[in-house]
């Protein structure tokens, strides 16, 4: 299976002033990748460049406003990779929100990996190669308690991750898009005793870095693939072959 190296161009994390951003852009770095790091805050970033060295660049960037995305991306020369990683997760019932807030959560959960997806896109799809993660959750078919928005723009995003595939996977099948879910974090958006960040940026870097054309519309959460449910058909089909599917592992 190929892999994406540093000699293919640059790597992009978003949300990577702290948390699983934070840990990826390290883990990427150590292998030897320039890493594009965005976030809104220029003080977390920078706490990122000391942890990361030299290879990793600060831009504070908001991705929910696509003409700052667009030019930066533009600016950056050959992209190699792109992790949209970039959310916020407001606490919030229902009946607290407003249509304002709502939108807000919408623009950089969604909207982000819109604005960041369309500009990666369009340096990768001239060169037909790329690679693009999007770290996902089950929010949207098991919403907890206070997460409306949270967990309706992540599944949008989740479909948004299919209807690119739609688009681009037989004109480009260079062009490797698929999920990952980290699984709980011990993070600030996580819980106390979830897995360490840098301990998941380990099976999240080793996904974004395997660029087999198969993995395009796959899930993996953590470290193992998600087969997709199976119809009666397909599996008296699968009997009358001898085929047995098998999840891969990170």
Known sequence: ???????????????????????????LCQRGFTVAGLGRRLDGLQ????????????????????????????SLGPI?????N??????????????????WTMAINLGGVVNCTHAALQDMAPRGTGRILNVATFADLHPLPASSAYSVSKGAARILTRTVIADIADRWPGIVVSDWMPGMLATSMGIPDGTPPDVSAKWGVKLALMRDPSLTGTTFEMNREILPPRGLKGKLKDALLFQKRTPRSL
Not at 6 to 21: E, H, K, M, N, Y
Not at 61 to 73: G, K, R
Not at 80 to 84: D, E, F, P, R
């Open 1 to 27: 299976m190929t892999e994406v190296t540093p000699q293919d161009g640059i790597a992009i994390v978003t949300g990577a002033g702290s948390g699983l951003g934070r840990a990826l852009a390290v883990a």
């Open 47 to 74: 706490g990122t460049a000391e942890a990361a060295g030299p290879k990793f660049r600060a831009h504070a960037v908001d991705v929910a406003d696509a003409q700052a995305v667009a030019a930066l991306f533009a």
């Open 80 to 84: 190699a990779l792109l992790i949209n």
């Open 86 to 103: 970039a959310a916020v997760y407001p606490h919030r019932d229902f009946l607290d929100e407003t249509p304002d807030s709502f939108a």
